[in-house]
């Protein structure tokens, strides 16, 4: 993928995804590209160079949902690119729907600022538990997202998630810009507060993960598992 309509071809990323099949990697050139992506297969994008990204319009920067997402490892990879919300006007960096059904989100060697919400926020099937079976998220840094605040905003958001997650090498931090984040991860099971429904977590592991700041709530905080 080239930079926006210099390139004969898949000039824009969402192009590229529709195009592609299951398994595919798409290449996207340093640059700046301002799009909304939805992917609902199994797609590998990679940043070569400085690659940023940023919204035209408010809602989710990157959406991922559905079922059926092929390929051999049913995984959606994203790997070096910087996630700009634009001060938020983007509410969510990366939002994987409570409706999706897949193996592996990779998120590695990236940056993400300035979203309203959250810069990455999973959520997981009401009864299950479950959207995305694996999150691993690794070697990337987090700056003054949650800025609309409000419960649930800051960071990483795993909201009635029951899968496993590995978080490594991450820096988390928060000016206090906006109107205040409130958490920076937050973990939180599927389940009623009187215990009805409550099941366990996954397998959950974070290591060398830096947190500092200014957040209302919590810098970590676990909720509603048994």
Same mark, same amino acid.
Do not use: C, W
């Given at each position: 993928?080239?930079?926006?309509?210099?390139?004969?071809?898949?000039?824009?990323?969402? *192009?590229?995804?529709?195009?592609? $099949?299951p398994?595919? &990697?798409? =290449?996207?050139?340093? %640059?700046?590209? /301002?799009?909304?992506? @939805?992917?609902?297969?199994?797609?590998?994008?990679?940043?070569?160079?400085?690659?940023?990204?940023?919204?035209?319009?408010?809602?989710?920067?990157?959406?991922?949902?559905?079922?059926?997402?092929?390929?051999?490892?049913?995984?959606?990879?994203?790997?070096?690119?910087?996630?700009?919300g634009?001060?938020?006007?983007?509410?969510?960096?990366?939002?994987?729907? *409570?409706?999706?059904?897949?193996? $592996?989100?990779t998120? &590695?060697? =990236?940056?993400?600022? %300035?979203?309203? /919400?959250?810069?990455? @926020?999973?959520?997981?099937?009401?009864?299950?538990?479950?959207?995305?079976?694996?999150?691993?998220?690794?070697?990337?840094?987090?700056?003054?997202?949650?800025?609309?605040?409000?419960?649930?905003?800051?960071?990483?958001?795993?909201?009635?998630?029951?899968?496993?997650?590995?978080?490594?090498?991450?820096?988390?931090?928060?000016?206090?810009?906006?109107?205040?984040?409130?958490?920076?991860?937050?973990?939180?099971?599927?389940?009623?507060?009187?215990?009805?429904g409550?099941?366990?977590?996954?397998a959950?592991?974070?290591?060398?993960?830096?947190?500092?700041?200014?957040?209302?709530?919590?810098?970590?905080?676990?909720?509603?598992?048994?």
């Amino acid at each position: 993928v080239t930079t926006n309509g210099s390139g004969a071809n898949n000039e824009t990323i969402q *192009n590229a995804i529709h195009v592609a $099949n299951p398994d595919d &990697t798409i =290449s996207i050139e340093a %640059g700046s590209y /301002s799009e909304n992506l @939805a992917i609902g297969k199994d797609i590998n994008l990679v940043g070569i160079g400085s690659v940023t990204l940023a919204p035209t319009s408010g809602g989710n920067l990157v959406t991922i949902d559905g079922a059926g997402f092929g390929g051999d490892d049913q995984s959606v990879s994203i790997a070096n690119i910087d996630f700009n919300g634009s001060t938020g006007l983007a509410g969510v960096g990366i939002r994987v729907n *409570n409706t999706a059904s897949f193996n $592996n989100l990779t998120v &590695t060697d =990236s940056s993400f600022t %300035g979203f309203g /919400s959250n810069a990455i @926020a999973v959520f997981g099937n009401v009864t299950t538990g479950l959207s995305v079976l694996d999150v691993d998220v690794t070697n990337s840094t987090f700056v003054d997202n949650g800025i609309a605040g409000g419960g649930g905003s800051g960071d990483l958001q795993f909201f009635e998630y029951n899968g496993s997650a590995t978080l490594a090498n991450l820096d988390l931090s928060n000016t206090g810009a906006g109107a205040d984040a409130h958490l920076g991860i937050q973990f939180r099971g599927v389940g009623l507060q009187n215990g009805t429904g409550v099941l366990p977590m996954g397998a959950i592991s974070l290591t060398d993960v830096d947190i500092s700041g200014l957040y209302v709530r919590q810098m970590i905080g676990l909720q509603r598992y048994t």
